[in-house]
């Protein structure tokens, strides 16, 4: 039993490591974008994708970990501490040296946001959340005249 729970969470944690690796292969085109349309912005904006890679890692990192032991659930506490204590000194030094300030409160933020969006990318497809397309797509409503 102790096995097939450890081979379902070794799945899990590839499975989070695809998901990190799509959204960084598009990131620095998303990063190159916004630096084509605010120019004066660059540097800010390279700190931030440096910024958020460093947490996409650590989250990577930590979510694995905790997958490997066992424990990829109901841990979130723990996994969140794990991933600050990695992530924090380095991103408040990126971000200040843009002029940002950036607390804890402010870095726990932006982590449980990667979280979040990495949790979407993650997410089963399921009839609540499928994605519409033609064929499930309800009738456009009429029109009031």
Do not use: C
């Not at 989250?59 to 659930?73: L, M, P």
Request: net charge neutral; aromatic share 4%; no cysteine.
């Amino acid at each position: 039993m102790t096995n097939k729970f450890v081979s379902i969470m070794e799945a899990i944690g590839r499975d989070v490591l695809k998901v990190f690796e799509e959204v960084v292969k598009y990131m620095p085109t998303a990063a190159n974008l916004a630096t084509l349309i605010f120019p004066g912005a660059a540097a800010p904006i390279q700190a931030t994708v440096v910024s958020l890679d460093l947490i996409q890692k650590a989250v990577a990192t930590v979510e694995q970990k905790f997958a490997a032991t066992g424990n990829a659930t109901g841990t979130g506490t723990q996994k969140l501490a794990q991933v600050l204590t990695i992530v924090t000194p380095t991103v408040t030094q990126l971000l200040a040296s843009e002029g940002i300030t950036a607390d804890a409160a402010y870095i726990t933020r932006i982590v449980n946001a990667v979280v979040a969006i990495l949790n979407v990318a993650n997410a089963p497809v399921t009839s609540a959340n499928a994605p519409v397309t033609s064929a499930n797509a309800p009738a456009p409503a009429a029109l009031a005249a």
